[in-house]
């Protein structure tokens, strides 16, 4: 299954994930420390849905914001 909504285009993002250890100034430590950085990705929530296109059905790729923000006529 493609990794990009057919209509808005929103795709996967890439990040980091930040793990800390140690106790916070607040709490009375001496801060927190970075202790490993690791690469992770952002996926969009994808669905497969039937859309009513010119007239006929389709199968299309498509993420839940723009089912929700009504962009897509389902089948």
Do not use: W, Y
Not at 25 to 36: A, D, F, S, Y
């Amino acid at each position: 299954m493609p990794r990009s909504c057919d209509i808005c285009g929103k795709a996967v993002r890439i990040g980091r994930s930040i793990v800390r250890h140690g106790m916070s100034k607040k709490q009375g430590g001496i801060g927190l420390h970075t202790t490993g950085i690791s690469r992770r990705l952002f996926a969009p929530n994808l669905h497969r849905v039937r859309v009513a296109e010119n007239g006929g059905t389709r199968r299309r790729v498509v993420c839940t914001a723009c089912i929700k923000s009504g962009k897509v006529a389902k089948a």
